[in-house]
């Protein structure tokens, strides 16, 4: 059976593997996933990309907002801001060290914060409690983080601030300019000899459309993957999370131009023309297909706008056709 790789980060990866899942066996699927956007809330080990990968394979994301969990509940957010009202003060939302303003997690997410947090701190590693997690919602795809270790991502400002990702993305609504992206802790970081044996012994590697700068470079950059990837290049395929000239869901398109990188699907193209062979871009920029052949890697033009899941298995089913026409 084909072993199969998928570099991760969010919505969109989360999508690609509902589709790639009922493609091929998903036994033998593996999710590489990225954990730059991590970070302490409430003093809680909250994973954006492990959870809204998990919730959605679960079916149990919410569907207006893709994260999250459906039918959730807010009682414990509403009394964390009750005591600031009753205490004489509104919640400032700008305030990191008052997240209850600005980052809402669901009674239900909750208790996965919690069970995280208690089982690292009982000494379980991320790899171990992920497991752990994803069993309990009966996935069928193993999902790993690329790391145990610390790697978090820092956006600094136009204005000269540095945010983590969180601030940056929910609390400024990534809606703010940035010059400079960078992963904290990413040189000291190991990759998991898990996520190490699966990218080796995986005849298809795919970069899933995920934001290049936050969600995949965390994962590229943690020391060994790139190496790990570059030497499969051949049946590496990357999908491109730009359509258009746009971003489907998230800064993507802003981020690579404040960055001083193209927002196309040929800036996508020099992103990782190092790492993938093979680059999927949707119809909307079938004009631009010679032009990401000369950056040197080839192009595959489909549809990738993943609108439902019969979309999503048509183009993980395009992805694995590639890989094997390498």
């Known amino acids: 059976m084909t072993q199969v790789a998928v570099l991760c980060g969010g919505v969109g990866a989360a999508r690609f593997l509902q589709g790639l899942r009922r493609a091929i066996d998903p036994s033998t699927v593996t999710g590489i996933v990225n954990v730059g956007d991590d970070a302490v809330i409430h003093g809680l080990h909250v994973a954006p990309d492990l959870d809204t990968i998990t919730y959605t394979l679960a079916g149990a994301v919410n569907p207006t907002t893709g994260w999250g969990?459906?039918?959730?509940?807010?009682?414990?957010?509403?009394?964390?801001?009750?005591?600031?009202?009753?205490?004489g003060r509104e919640v400032d939302h700008r305030d990191a060290e008052e997240a209850a303003g600005w980052f809402a997690l669901g009674d239900r997410d909750l208790g996965t914060h919690m069970y995280r947090t208690s089982r690292v701190r009982a000494g379980a590693t991320l790899t171990e409690v992920t497991a752990e997690v994803t069993r309990t919602w009966g996935l069928d795809v193993r999902l790993l983080?690329?790391?145990?270790?610390p790697v978090r991502t820092v956006v600094r400002t136009a204005d000269g601030r540095d945010l983590s990702f969180q601030e940056y993305f929910v609390r400024e609504?990534?809606?703010i300019e940035?010059?400079?992206?960078?992963?904290e802790g990413i040189e000291d970081a190991r990759a998991t000899a898990p996520a190490l044996d699966a990218l080796r012994g995986a005849e298809v590697i795919v970069i899933a459309p995920s934001n290049p700068i936050v969600s995949i470079e965390p994962v590229l950059g943690v020391p060994g993957i790139r190496e790990s990837v570059a030497r499969r290049r051949q049946r590496t395929v990357a999908v491109s999370p730009i359509v258009g000239g746009a971003a489907l869901k998230g800064p993507a398109d802003r981020l690579l131009r404040e960055l001083g990188h193209e927002a196309s699907v040929l800036?996508?193209?020099r992103w990782y023309s190092d790492v993938a062979g093979t680059l999927l871009i949707d119809e909307a920029d079938a004009d631009l297909a010679d032009a990401v052949e000369a950056e040197g890697i080839r192009c595959i033009v489909t549809s990738t706008v993943m609108s439902d899941e019969d979309v999503s298995r048509a183009l993980a089913s395009t992805c694995l056709a590639a890989a094997a026409d390498a």
């Open 173 to 175: 609504h990534h809606d």
């Open 69 to 87: 969990l459906t039918g959730e509940t807010w009682q414990a957010m509403e009394q964390l801001r009750r005591y600031g009202r009753s205490n």
């Open 178 to 183: 940035v010059s400079a992206v960078r992963y």
């Open 267 to 269: 800036g996508v193209a």
């Open 145 to 149: 983080p690329v790391t145990d270790d």
